[in-house]
């Protein structure tokens, strides 16, 4: 009597789910080879990504992130790990750290690309990101007397 409710989603971590029940309508199953395509593809983009990122991490650090500490966003564009406190963050092929304002604590900047432990040794040491108004009020620069 009661409609077959079809807004229930069960997520298979495997891919090799074979049982597809054919419950449905012939005509829905376009759209769940596409999506199937879809999260495939995604799901390899951001396999990829995690892969990449353990790379440059291990070059760079010589230490593994821990999986929990890896975050990815949807799209499998980029993938975040804190390591010791230190945020790192891949876009593409470009690994940055991210920090905060260093006078308020407050916000995200993203470093220069690190592509070396000199890259990593300068952003963690030299580098200090501010906000426009935070920035150091000494040497005035462009005081017009
Ligand atoms: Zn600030």
Redesign the pocket.
């Given at each position: 009597m009661s409609a077959h409710v079809a807004s229930s989603v069960t997520r298979h971590p495997s891919p090799q789910s074979s049982a597809i029940t054919l419950s449905r309508r012939e005509s829905s199953d376009w759209q769940a080879t596409a999506v199937a395509v879809y999260t495939g593809a995604i799901d390899a983009a951001r396999l990829q990504l995690r892969r990449r990122l353990d790379e440059r991490m291990l070059a760079l650090t010589g230490r593994e992130a821990p999986a929990e500490a890896i975050a990815m966003d949807a799209e499998g564009q980029s993938a975040s790990a804190v390591v010791d406190g230190v945020l790192f963050l891949l876009r593409r092929d470009d690994l940055v750290i991210v920090r905060?304002?260093?006078?308020?604590?407050?916000?995200r900047f993203v470093s220069e690309p690190l592509d070396g432990q000199a890259d990593l040794g300068y952003a963690l040491a030299v580098w200090a990101p501010?906000?426009r108004?935070?920035e150091p009020a000494d040497p005035p620069t462009d005081t017009s007397w």
């Open positions: 905060p304002c260093a006078y308020c604590q407050t916000g501010y906000h108004d935070c």
